[in-house]
């Protein structure tokens, strides 16, 4: 499974591509506050096991992949309950739009659903900062959505690095951004007037 796309990387991938290219193809790797706080909340869920709880079994940290989207990684939860398999993330931050979040879940339902041959309707995601639980439909669109994500993702390991997104708020919050440089780079690109992907010199 060398070559397997990480789903975490799916996530990076969606937040800003050049960000994927410098974690997944370069190895960078930095923190931040975000980083921290998040590996934080996370250390009570990362534990491998099987929790019951009522009626349901809670398979914490899951493996599972899917060779037709050569994609691999770990889900944070399943929850099943009789007829029922509910895959659950959590993430620290606010419930809101997050795309990213919602590919990185549904790639981990189509893996499941490879696994097991049978069909996933939704997953949640649970946000930390306003403790609420999202549901997430795996409608057609997402599906294709994100199955044309990782088709795009596993492209671009083979192309130069792509530019800096141009969003201020996303770069401010990225633990890449002293290595990145998306400010200075992104002035360079403006004076000299070069293409969308970077000059590989
Ligand atoms: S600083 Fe901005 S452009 Fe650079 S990797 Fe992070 S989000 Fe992408």
Redesign the pocket.
Known sequence: MEDYLPLAYLNAWE?????FY?EYVLGEMADNEHIILGRHLHRNINQEGVIQAEDMLIHQQQWVWSDRLLVSGVIDAVEEQPGQLVPLEYKKGKMARHLSDHFQLCAAALCLEERLGREIAYGEIFYHANRRRQQVRFTPELRAATEAAIAQARAAVYQFMPA??Q?RK??QA????AI???FEVNQLRSEKNVSTLCDPT
Do not use: A, G, N, T
């Not at 990225?174 to 951004?177: A, E």
């Open positions: 937040y800003c591509p050049r960000r410098l800096p997104i969003h996303k770069c990225c633990s890449l951004q990145c440089l998306p």
